[in-house]
């Protein structure tokens, strides 16, 4: 199925000690372009969140935020640095020698000294962390998929109708080409006959005139190029898969056919049709950008 790069999932997981909620977005990019905001404490699980996103997700400018709340109150613990608190008391006793002060230091007075109470935050399980993680991540970037998906599909149909419509230009162009020979040979004919006031026309050079105009206005080639590239795309699309940048290739190639026939053209419908074509193939194009 075709994916369009515009997308939004969302989820929020809720345990009796945390809460952690997950929301993906996206617009269209060239390539995969990763944009991760969350908690210092989750940067750990960073290159783990990338590879798990990139299972999902192949281009896009995306952008992931995780916020996480912690029900605990269990998350901070009480050390004593005792070496700390014994340094002190050296530093203390030789201070009371060397400038004969009473000895007045007490528990409380120590207790207040840096470092030697500290709290500490309580060490994570990771292991459980990156479970409940990657499983919000999982289903922020299921739902995300979906979108991408339903936007996908009507970008699809959009396309499938801007090509058969094309396709249409296309074969009024044929049904109207070989009219413009006999046209041309046509007036060609009546010129020279005038100018030779009724004397015999030469009808192997007026052949030989309408032959050199026609290879010259011939489009087949252009036409059967781009009926080709219309299938292919279209192929492309019924398919499915990551298929933005071969269907923008296609396109450019479209384009190339569409302005060779109106560079040949000599004739005001098959010019009108041609630029007809080229406004087709620009929309196209614009639609391709924001497919996967």
Known sequence: MIKSMTGFGRCEKVTEQYKISVEIK???????????????????????????LKNYIQRGKVDVFINYEDYTAQTMSLKYNAALASEYMDYFRKMREQFGLPDDITVSMLARMPEVLVMEEVPEDEESMWKLLSGAIEEAAGSFVETRLREGEHLKNDL???????????????QRSPSIVEEYRAKL???????????????????????????????????????????????????????GR??????????????????????LEVSGKAIALKTGIEKVREQIQNIE
């Open 160 to 174: 499938i109708s801007k090509l058969d419509e094309m396709m249409e230009l296309v074969t009024q162009i044929e």
């Open 26 to 52: 996206s617009v269209n990019h060239r390539y995969l372009d990763l944009n991760i905001k969350m908690p210092k404490k989750f940067n750990y699980f960073e290159a783990a969140i990338r590879t798990l």
């Open 189 to 243: 004919e009546a010129k020279v006959r005038d100018m030779l006031e009724g004397a015999a026309v030469d009808e192997a050079r007026i052949v030989t005139e309408t032959t050199i105009f026609a290879d010259k206005i011939c489009v087949d080639e252009e036409t059967v190029r781009l009926r080709s590239h219309f299938e292919t795309a279209r192929r492309e699309l019924e398919t499915g898969g990551s298929v």
């Open 246 to 267: 071969k269907l923008d290739f296609i396109a450019q190639e479209m384009n190339r056919e569409a302005n060779t026939i109106l560079s040949k053209s000599n004739d």
